[in-house]
Each structure stands twice: as C-alpha cells, then as structure tokens.
C-alpha cells in the first residue's frame, strides 16, 4: 500500500489533485501554515473540500505547521479543534510538544509531524512515536538508509517532487533576520533564492549559489516504496493546478508500471533541471547556480534569420506558449511563439538574442488545458425498483434509499424501464458515473416532477453519506495553566575551546573524530556539554555517542538528540533550534535546560523565562545549516578553509563555517552579530566564530561586548517576527 499526496494552495488546486487522481491531498489553513502565501482555506471552505475529496475516497490533511506563540495558544488549539471536527483526516503539526498536548487531550486525533520537525534519524521518529504521532514526514536531507529505518518505526512520508529549502528543515532563520519575516511562521521571502558570491577560486562571481534544482526522484520512487516509505508527497501549495496535475499523473504513472511523463512535468514547473535530492546523494544538478526560477522543457536551438528569431525544433508549440532562453547557460530573456517556419518557430521577443541560444518552453497552452480537462467521476451501480405498493426504492452502490409513499398502478401512461434509466443518467451536480444493474417496474404511474425530486434526493442523501465527516467529534482543553516568571542568573557557552572560560555551563562545538577532546575541556570547572549538530545520519549519532560518554551532557537543536540523551543517560540543553515560543511547548518539553527561541522579543522570552531557560544574548547568530557542499562537491580543488564568506548583492557579508562530521557540512551566520542587553532568563552567548569566548563570557554589559562585535545587530530583541 502506498499513497500519492498532493499540495492543494488553493480549492483549483485541490479539484486538480483529486481529479488526476490522487490518494490524498495537504493543505493550509488561513493561520498556522507554513505556506501563508499560499491560496489556503478557512474553516468552511476547509470542510467544504474535505467532503468532495472524502466522496472519492481521498484523505485530506491540514497543516498546522508553524511555530506558535503564547498569545495565541488559545486560537490555535480551537482551531484544530474545528478543523479535526470539519473532517481533517490528519493534523501536520511542527511543534512536537502541541502535537503531544493534543493527543493527551484529544487522543482520536490523528497527527503527523512536519519536516519542519527535522526527523533525520531514528531517534527523531523514537521521539515522535512516543509523543503519540501516527506520521513522520522526514527531513529533506534525509538519507535513504535511515529512511529504511524510520520506516520500521512509524509510518513514513518522504518528499519525491517540488522545491528544496536549502537550509535544513525547520532551522532557517536569514529571512527572519534580514526583515522579520519568518519561516517558522510562514512568511519566508526566499533569501536562499537571491545571488550570492563566496570568496572561493571559481565561486566568487554573483550567481545564485544557495538556490537548490526543483526534487525530482522520478523512477527511485519505486525503492523508497521497497523501503517501506507509505505517503510520496509532491510539495507545491503555490504552485499552479496545471503543475500538481502533472505531477500526480507522473507518479501515478510510474507507481502503477508505466512510464511517467516527465515532459508535461517540466513544461508546469522546473527549476534547474531537476536533482534526485539527498537521499540517494548529491548529484551535480543539485544546485541551480546560473537559472532561478522555472526553466521548463528544452525546445531548440536559436538562428537568426533576416532579423527573426528562429527556433530549429521538431516541436509544434502553439499560440500562447511561452519561453525562456538561455545564453551561455544563463538566462538571456523569454518570448513567446510567433508562427510556424520550416524546420521549427518563430519566438518573438524584445530581448536581443544570437545564434546557438538556447531555448526553453515554459508555458504549453495546450498542456495546461488538457491538465485542467481531467474530470474524476464516482461510478454508481444502480438498482431501481418501482413497483406497485411498494415504495420506490433505489439501491446505490449496495446502499437502499426509499421513497414515502407505496407507488400506485398507472390508469393511462405508465412508467417505463428506459424512462427510469434516462432519468437517474441526469446526476445534477454531483461526480457521479452511473451504470445500471436491475431496473424493475410493474406499470405503475410517477408524475416526472415526483420522479426528478426523489432522484434529486436520493443523490443528495448518497453523496452526504459518502463525504459527510466521520470523525469523532473532539474538543482540545484550553491550557491555562501559568507559572511565574522565575530568573535564570547562569551563563552558557557555545564555542570551539572550553579551557579557561568561566561560566556555569560550557557547549563544546568542534569537528569530529573527537581524537583530543579531553585536550580542551581539562581546565573548564563547569557543567561540560556537547553540541551535537541538528542533522546527523544513523551512522553519525554512533560516533557522537562514544565522545559524550566524557560530558555531563548533550546540546542540540534538533528533537533526535532529546532522545539521544535519553538512550545515553546525559543531561539534555535543547537548543535554540526547538523554536520554544509559548508557555506550553516549554512545559512539555521537560529539558534540563532550555534555550527559548532566538526569534522572541526579550518580553516575549521574560514571560517564559523559569529557572532552567536561556536566552541568546550575544555572539553569533547562526541562520541556516547547509547539509550539502555549496561548492558542488569539487574535492579536488578544494582549499578546505574553515570560514569563508558569503557576500549578497548588497554587499552584506555572511560567514559561511565548514565542519566536518563523516564528511563536510556547513553553517551560515548573519551578516551582523548579536549584542543585547539580555533578559531574565539565562545568558547563551554562541562564540562558535571567535577564539576569544572567555573573554567574551566576562563581559557584563551591552558595552563591553560591543567592543568585540564592532557590527552588531539587537536581532529580534525589541522588534519581533511577524
């Protein structure tokens, strides 16, 4: 058994999902998602489409996926509350600890944890079983052997087509530091799509250096169902109907032994060409350095003849369809068609183009239509009775509707088998195919206008019995419950060498193998953490393992690594990464220590504030994890520096820190540290970039730390996220 889930932004792009025949749909509501651009549904509308798509057998999901903030805890449990009620099938939840309150509450609502969650390893998917989720839908990175075994644990949903985020799930934090806007919240514009230069021999011209080709697994959807994997799930909430009906029909195709068409996928959306993502390796496809945006499907080459632009093809595109065109591998303009010319098309265009570009077809007006054409139907085997003294009865599907009154024998005209037939063929505005089994009458009289109305009942009554709601109903208590605000006075650390700092809690963050370790924690009197990164495969978590044996604890910013310190009977700091953002989440969570989310306001992060949280107060502020090489995986010429830079067009400069694990990974930090005045709530000061973390820790004021971060932000300190 498997399942095809399809993004649905809008209600056009849901009928064209359900219409190409997928098995399940996803999508937002008008709060709380993680697309907030996107078309999304309010309630009713929400409950409207449940009951279409249920009347085909197709399950709906409803994301819930964002972080939520203590202000709005109230809305947001009513609001699953009504949406579980409306039909949802299943909530796709981000903050594990919500999900976890909820099941506690309202235990027959079902959940699935978002990628946002981060699920990379087994541990992840230990975790999320427990916390009473029916689904994991794994990290984008993920890779395929632990995917196996995640599959072994909870059932399992994996990307196999759409956009990549080029940080690591649920960890991106550039667009809220560069405007406010952010992802964990829905808002995200897309830093990750803008060019960037990095100071590195073949890297250091403008391109779009973070901006990753559009997943495209195609035929490897057939291991992952070997692997057990149960829900392939198309991204895509805003992109185009015509796009989600392609992609349905691609995977459908392949899954069922035929050849999928991937032409009609590449003319609806493509960017870079397609990669096969992470979980089966990074290809050299996987970043879409020269073109952004959609690249569509190669059509031909450019000639210019007398002045006109010649497209040689053996493609016949028509009125309406459009082009990009490439120079020199970068995009050079678009157009569109003109007429057709011996050996291929005109494209007309404002853009000056010269012989040997290259051109790409984007928008095929024809596809498009013959996309949006497809109409599903609900076939109906259909059994009529009427019979005199007997009440009229049709049978639908193995499921009797009768009439109110015994049918009487007709005086004159009476009623005809072929007239019955002719009838029930009208389905009003209902999906319905009907086909005829028995259809029996004895001569008995029924007026047309009595005829019409109890067929227009009868497909009423079906149809409500199909698509009606089937949940139980389920009401999540309020949480009201409130703890004063307590101050934490302690100082945590993050940095590369723990010998000689002074502080209550000290997070060593160095590059594995952990040959030395001991070498730079020996002089530290404090509590000894070790940060383990927020993606690590299954293989990895082992050699963290045996270098935390010398800790009190571990750090982390990723859910897995609760469970690992569980499993290793250490301490727990979750880190930054768990995006705490309400009184709830930060009681469910139950860690020794607690860094709030970096995206709070200080009176945001005061009001959760208890004696085991943190705040960051100072130092670097890391924004995304790279779990791929930006430089393409060209080792050979690699000068394997620790810290290069990432400059955007705007002459901003981004540290970019590799590090190793099995092998490179990198961490991007923004453009500007942090100095606060700091907050009720512990001190965490990230000094991951500097070597000068003691003297760092020692500083008391805003002051002071200011004459080690020259450029320096407040962050979200006094101006929050949106």
Partial sequence: ??????????????????????????????????????????????????????????????????????????????????????????????????????????????????????????????????????????????????????????????????????????????????????????????????????????????????????????????????????????????????????????????LEGADGDISALKRTYNRGNYTGGLAFGQDKKFISSAVQGHIGEFAGIIKVVNGEYICQSVLKPGHGDG????????????????????????????????????????????????????????????????????????????????GELPLEKAKTSSLTEEQLIRCFEKTDVYPFAPCFGTVKTDGVFVASSVLNAFRRKVYADYYREISECKNPSSSIRAYNENFPATENNKTAVICGNLNGLKADIGILKCDCPFDGVGTLTDNFDGEKFLY?????????????????????????????????????????????????????????????????????????????????????????IKVMDLIYCPFEKKCASCDRRKIYTLTDENGRKFPLRRYEVTGCRFEVYNCADLVTDGCAAGRLLDCTLTDNAAEIAACRTRAELEKFYKNHTRGHYSNGIL
């Fill in 1 to 254: 058994m498997y399942e095809i889930l399809a993004p649905a932004g809008n209600e056009n792009s849901a009928l064209a999902a359900i219409n190409a025949g997928t098995d399940a749909i996803y999508l937002g509501m008008n709060k709380f998602s993680a697309r907030s651009s996107a078309g999304n549904f309010d309630v009713a509308a929400f409950e409207k489409i449940c009951g279409y798509a249920h009347a085909f057998g197709v399950k709906v999901y409803a994301a819930l996926n964002t972080v939520v903030k203590d202000n709005e805890l109230t809305e947001f449990l009513t609001l699953a509350s009504e949406v579980w009620n409306a039909g949802a099938d299943a909530l796709i939840l981000q903050d594990l600890f919500l999900g976890k309150y909820i099941k506690q509450n309202a235990p027959q609502i079902s959940l699935h944890l978002s990628t946002q969650a981060g699920v990379c390893n087994v541990y992840g998917a230990q975790l999320a079983k427990s916390a009473g989720f029916e689904r994991v839908i794994t990290a984008r990175e993920t890779k395929f052997e632990d995917i196996v075994e995640i599959a072994k644990i909870i059932e399992t949903e994996v990307f196999v087509q759409g956009a990549l985020c080029t940080c690591f799930s649920g960890q991106c934090y550039m667009s809220s530091f560069a405007g406010g806007n952010s992802g964990n919240r829905g808002k995200c514009k897309q830093p990750c799509r803008k060019k960037y230069s990095i100071d590195r021999a073949d890297f250091d011209d403008a391109a779009y250096r973070l901006s990753l080709s559009d997943l495209c697994v195609g035929t490897n959807i057939k291991k992952l169902m070997e692997a057990g994997v149960y829900s392939f799930k198309i991204e895509g909430r805003m992109r185009r109907p015509e796009y989600v009906s392609a992609a349905v029909g691609y995977y459908k195709n392949i």
């Fill in 323 to 402: 082009f990009k065109i490439l120079s020199g591998g970068k995009e050079a303009g678009g157009g569109i068609y003109g007429k057709a010319v011996n050996g291929g098309f005109t494209v007309l265009t404002k853009d000056r183009l010269k012989n040997g570009d290259k051109v790409f077809i984007t928008t095929d007006t024809e596809l498009n239509g013959r996309l949006l054409a497809h109409q599903r139907s609900i076939p109906l085997k259909i059994d009529l009775d009427f019979s005199a003294g007997k009440p009229a009865c049709a049978e639908i599907n193995g499921r009797a509707f009768y």
């Fill in 532 to 620: 383990i990164p927020p993606y690590l495969t299954g293989v990895e978590t082992e050699i963290f393992e045996k270098a935390a044996c010398l800790f009190d604890g571990v750090y982390c910013d990723s859910y897995f690594g609760r469970k690992l310190a569980e499993k290793l009977g250490k301490k727990f700091f979750a880190g930054a990464g768990f995006n705490i953002t309400n009184r709830l989440s930060l009681s469910v969570c139950k860690a020794d220590y607690v860094c709030l989310s970096k995206e709070l306001t200080r009176s945001e992060a005061e009001e959760l504030s208890r004696e085991n949280t943190f705040y960051l107060t100072a130092g670097n």
